[in-house]
């Protein structure tokens, strides 16, 4: 297998379990140094620390909370301390609470706003100052965006923001080369998806697209590898629809 990311350092938020996970775990295959981002599951974080090291590539686990601005700079910090650069950043991180209007907290509002928004936001900044040319951002984003689903305005929200990120901050990056990209699942076989539904919910969520399935995280990872690779020179200030034909 021909490995594209040889020589290149990447960092991925919420790289512990689900999409971040196979995300790191591809880039690692393809000849990366990985940095696993993690906010709590330290034993899963270490264990993908050690999948990579199995596949003969090099990793680091490191706990940061991406809402705090502190942590994020720690996060680069140790980046730079250990590998001495970044090629790549996966702004993978994320959190969802699905309620109604009339249901939602103030701090359930500020804790979605915090993590999506402004930790991805804070480490774009990073990136922008730390990265090498001709480096990778790419951002995860979420299909809803584009649908209209009961309970879903504040996750949708967080998400259309980064959206917008990424299609207003391509033009300020361009000039070293960096471009950025978000990459938009549908739904996905993840603990974050599953969560709090029932099985025939989830089967009827997953017969919503073309192949009548969920989508599993190799499938959103096998993009966000392109999107990694010098292959997708070209391409920046995009969002793409990884979601089967959902929407």
């Given at each position: 297998m021909e490995k594209k990311l040889t020589g290149k350092v990447a960092l991925v938020t919420g790289a512990s379990k689900g999409i971040g996970k196979q995300i790191a775990l591809d880039l690692a295959s393809h000849?990366?140094?990985?940095?696993?981002?993690?906010?709590?599951?330290?034993?899963?974080?270490?264990?993908?620390?050690?999948?990579?090291?199995?596949?003969?590539?090099?990793?680091?686990?490191?706990?940061?909370?991406?809402s705090n601005l502190t942590d994020i700079k720690d996060l680069f910090y140790q980046t730079l301390s250990t590998f001495g650069m970044l090629d790549i950043l996966i702004n993978n991180a994320g959190t969802m609470i699905t309620k109604p209007l009339v249901l939602m907290t103030e701090e359930e509002?500020?804790?979605?706003?915090?993590?999506?928004?402004?930790?991805?936001?804070f480490a774009i900044?990073?990136?922008?100052?730390?990265?090498?040319?001709?480096?990778?951002?790419?951002?995860?984003?979420t299909s809803v965006v584009g649908q209209?689903?009961?309970?879903?305005?504040?996750?949708?929200?967080?998400?259309?923001?980064?959206?917008?990120?990424?299609?207003?901050?391509?033009?300020?990056?361009?000039?070293?080369?960096?471009?950025?990209?978000?990459?938009?699942?549908?739904?996905?076989?993840t603990?974050?998806?599953?969560?709090?539904?029932?099985?025939?919910?989830?089967?009827?969520?997953?017969?919503?697209?073309?192949?009548?399935?969920?989508?599993?995280?190799?499938?959103?990872?096998n993009v966000v590898l392109f999107l990694a690779s010098d292959e997708s020179g070209w391409v920046t200030g995009q969002t793409i629809r990884v979601n089967g034909g959902f929407i």
């Open positions: 000849g990366a140094k990985v940095v696993v981002n993690y906010a709590s599951s330290t034993a899963e974080a270490e264990e993908v620390v050690a999948q990579i090291k199995s596949i003969g590539s090099d990793a680091i686990a490191v706990k940061a909370d991406i509002f500020d804790k979605q706003f915090s993590i999506n928004v402004k930790g991805t936001y900044q990073q990136a922008a100052m730390f990265m090498n040319e001709n480096g990778r951002i790419i951002n995860l984003s209209m689903f009961p309970n879903y305005s504040v996750y949708a929200g967080t998400k259309g923001a980064v959206e917008q990120f990424t299609r207003h901050l391509a033009k300020e990056l361009g000039s070293k080369g960096i471009t950025i990209n978000a990459v938009a699942p549908g739904p996905v076989n603990e974050l998806f599953t969560a709090g539904k029932t099985e025939n919910q989830i089967q009827t969520i997953g017969s919503g697209n073309a192949f009548g399935r969920l989508g599993e995280p190799e499938d959103i990872s």
